[in-house]
């Protein structure tokens, strides 16, 4: 089954510096790869995903990039803000019929100091 | 309205009792998910039902109990839980995979549950 592996498992930046987060996975059939954020007590809210026919995914101040070929993807964080601080999850899924079943990574803990 | 409502937010049950957890979506998706949560961890899937029928069970212990009564609902029935149960329980729902619809799956705000 697939498995997702996610690094750094802790970060802390500067209000104002960049944040990367890196993934890979082990399925070549995967093709929808969501990053949720989770605050403390709340629940998962996704803020960006990519499908594997798309390289690049930019919101904002956030993007998403995909390499299929060595199977990663990376979330870019620019301007980091305090209300940035949270866990981030990487997933990866594929479609079965009618349904998705995502495999998260094990979360980065992301601390912004202002 | 693209909300997921999870009941109750907080349980607190002994060994021996028999509770139930509900989730309900009003988005028309048909893909309906419940996932546990332990602290520091990622979401953990347990079971998926697509229209109505359990599509995926991972292999999750009998003391847990998933329904689906209708598309809109979902219930997990607890019975004979033990401690290491207690965690977030997370309820998500999706439609897709069509090209035209979001492949986002919308999670519930969870119920966190203590097993004493």
């Known amino acids: 089954g697939e498995n997702v592996e996610q690094h750094p498992s802790t970060l802390s930046v500067q209000e104002g510096d960049s944040a990367v987060i890196k993934c890979t996975y082990s399925?070549?059939?995967?093709?929808?790869f969501p990053w949720y954020k989770q605050e403390l007590g709340k629940r998962p809210q996704l803020i960006i995903d990519?499908?594997?026919?798309?390289g690049e995914k930019k919101d904002q101040r956030i993007a998403v990039t995909l390499n299929k070929t060595a199977k990663h993807f990376s979330l870019h964080i620019t301007e980091t803000q305090p209300e940035d601080s949270a866990v981030y999850f990487c997933a990866a899924s594929k479609w079965n019929t009618g349904f998705q079943k995502l495999v998260f990574g094990t979360g980065t803990r992301l601390l912004v100091s202002p | 309205d693209t909300e997921v409502t999870q009941t109750p937010k907080h349980l607190v049950m002994g060994m021996t009792n028999k509770k139930s957890l509900k989730c309900e979506q009003h988005?028309?998706?048909?893909?309906m998910y419940w996932y546990k949560q332990k602290a520091k961890k990622p979401p953990e899937l347990m079971f998926v039902y697509s229209y109505e029928k359990l599509s995926i069970n991972e292999s999750v212990p009998s003391r847990f109990s998933p329904e689906c009564p209708n598309s809109s609902l979902l219930n997990l029935h607890l019975h004979a839980l033990q401690p290491e149960d207690s965690a977030l329980y997370l309820c998500a729902s999706s439609s897709g995979p069509r090209v035209d619809q979001s492949y986002e799956q919308y999670f519930g705000p969870g119920t966190r549950l203590t097993v004493t």
């Open positions: 988005m028309g998706h048909r893909a």
């Open positions: 990519i499908r594997s026919n798309v």
């Open positions: 399925d070549s059939a995967s093709n929808y």
